[in-house]
Nanobody
Framework: QLQLVESGGGLVQPGGSLRLSCAASGFTLDYYHIGWFRQAPGKEREGVSCITSSIGSAKYADSVKGRFTISRDNAKGTVYLQMNSLKPDDTAVYYC???????????????????WGQGTQVTVSS
């Protein structure tokens, strides 16, 4: 059974860093796009970043460009989201999701994800 489990959330001061992990099991990560999404209280869920299957090209929301970096280690079945220069507006529950199998060379998008993790809370506050 395909599962995604997020970890690494927590409380951090503004300007600090966190690294989120998304561990996949029950499927081969190589053929799936992985996305990170977040949902703050009272707001709609939004796409933060995604990464393609084998090539590893990435897409970022404008609000996190230059601060967040997504990466993947297919051998470990894990996708990471390194978050630097965190702001209070980054406070949300962060989810990872998988889309696929996806043909090679197709860019990732923030739509049509089939499998979701349970989420991890990120709180940025002094």
């Amino acid at each position: 059974q395909l599962q995604l489990v997020e970890s690494g959330g927590g409380l951090v001061q503004p300007g600090g860093s966190l690294r989120l992990s998304c561990a996949a099991s029950g499927f081969t990560l190589d053929y799936y796009h992985i996305g990170w999404f977040r949902q703050a209280p009272g707001k709609e869920r939004e796409g933060v970043s995604c990464i393609t299957s084998s090539i590893g090209s990435a897409k970022y929301a404008d609000s996190v460009k230059g601060r967040f970096t997504i990466s993947r280690d297919n051998a470990k079945g894990t996708v990471y989201l390194q978050m630097n220069s965190l702001k209070p507006d980054d406070t949300a529950v962060y989810y990872c999701a998988a889309r696929g199998p996806v043909p090679l060379f197709r860019p990732c998008v923030f739509d049509d994800y089939d499998y979701w993790g349970q989420g991890t809370q990120v709180t940025v506050s002094s």
